[in-house]
T-cell receptor, first 117, second 112 residues
Framework: GAVVSQHPSRVICKSGTSVKIECRSL??????MFWYRQFPKQSLMLMAT?????????EQGVEKDKFLINHASLTLSTLTVTSAHPEDSSFYIC?????????????FGDGTRLSIL | QKEVEQNSGPLSVPEGAIASLNCTYS??????FFWYRQYSGKSPELIMS????GDKEDGRFTAQLNKASQYVSLLIRDSQPSDSATYLC????????????FGTGTRLTIIP
């Protein structure tokens, strides 16, 4: 089945640091990828839709200048948390799939646990 | 607003029994439905997908879809402690758009 690889799995860094997270589709091309954030014991929250070759679409309340998304190829999307602060500490997960029409399931990466000290 | 509703639980089921998880959705035009399992601290993994009315079985899992009533359910037979997790219902409300709408999840605990 479809495989989505996410890297790194865990990041611990100081406040003010920018952190880049990569999401790769390993055996298929993904024109669209999704970025989610999940706080402990809470549900998945969609942050943005990453579109290959064009600007990402951000959900309401998500700062586009804070969370930079780049989808430069059909197999790679990156999320950069700029000037991260302790409140940005969370579990970030990407997904890809959908078959282009949404008639196929999304598959998730293993997630990145971000801890800002 | 397109919504997907799940009972947050926790739902406790004895080992070996059938666990029944339910989900309702608001957009009548939805075409694709998915169940994901999420263990604590891990990312969601796909359990089942269903697109047509009726039942779809895969091992111990059965997904049921009723578009007229706008509900989708997941049955887990012969429940095992390893089935203890949060189960997320996801719906694709717009054909042609890959974006999924997720429910908040039902936390299932299988009691040995």
């Amino acid at each position: 089945g479809a495989v989505v690889s996410q890297h790194p799995s865990r990041v611990i860094c100081k406040s003010g640091t920018s952190v880049k997270i990569e999401c790769r589709s390993l055996d298929f091309q993904a024109t669209t990828m999704f970025w989610y954030r999940q706080f402990p014991k809470q549900s998945l929250m969609l942050m943005a839709t990453s579109n290959e070759g064009s600007k990402a679409t951000y959900e309401q309340g998500v700062e586009k200048d804070k969370f930079l998304i780049n989808h430069a190829s059909l197999t790679l999307s990156t999320l950069t948390v700029t000037s991260a602060h302790p409140e940005d500490s969370s579990f970030y997960i990407c997904s890809a799939g959908g078959g282009g029409l949404g008639n196929q399931p999304q598959h998730f990466g293993d997630g990145t646990r971000l801890s800002i000290l | 607003q397109k919504e997907v509703e799940q009972n947050s639980g926790p739902l406790s089921v004895p080992e070996g029994a059938i666990a029944s998880l339910n989900c309702t959705y608001s957009d009548r035009g939805s075409q694709s439905f998915f169940w994901y399992r999420q263990y604590s601290g891990k990312s969601p993994e796909l359990i089942m997908s269903i697109y047509s009315n009726g039942d779809k079985e895969d091992g111990r899992f059965t997904a049921q879809l009723n578009k007229a009533s706008q509900y989708v359910s997941l049955l887990i037979r012969d429940s095992q402690p390893s089935d203890s997790a949060t189960y997320l219902c996801a719906v694709n409300p717009d054909f042609g758009n890959e974006k999924l709408t997720f429910g908040t999840g039902t936390r299932l605990t299988i009691i040995p």
